[in-house]
């Protein structure tokens, strides 16, 4: 009846079939990617709260907010916390 051509069904399970295949590929891809470049990234780049604190505690004695004594005592302060 058909002469082995498929159905409507035949059609659909088709198409549902590649559109898993490639959605299946394209996911497969990404992650891929994505755990490759997940090894490649540099922490040191990032500042760590110490490395901020003091650069926020020299631009305030730069702009003449605070005296030196007072910055050198902040300073010793953040060193001895970090530091323990």
């Given at each position: 009846?058909?002469?082995?051509?498929?159905?409507?069904?035949?059609?659909?399970?088709?198409?549902?079939?590649?559109?898993?295949f490639?959605?299946?590929?394209?996911?497969?891809?990404?992650?891929?990617?994505?755990?490759?470049?997940?090894g490649?990234?540099?922490p040191?780049?990032?500042?760590?709260?110490?490395?901020a604190?003091?650069?926020?505690?020299a631009?305030?004695?730069?702009?003449?907010?605070?005296?030196?004594?007072?910055?050198?005592?902040?300073?010793?302060?953040?060193?001895?916390?970090?530091?323990?």
């Open positions: 009846m058909y002469h082995n051509d498929p159905s409507g069904w035949g059609y659909a399970l088709m198409f549902v079939g590649m559109a898993l490639w959605g299946l590929l394209i996911v497969g891809i990404v992650a891929m990617i994505r755990y490759l470049g997940h490649m990234q540099t040191h780049n990032v500042p760590s709260a110490r490395d604190a003091e650069k926020v505690l631009e305030r004695f730069a702009r003449g907010e605070i005296d030196e004594a007072e910055y050198r005592t902040r300073l010793a302060t953040l060193r001895a916390e970090t530091a323990s």
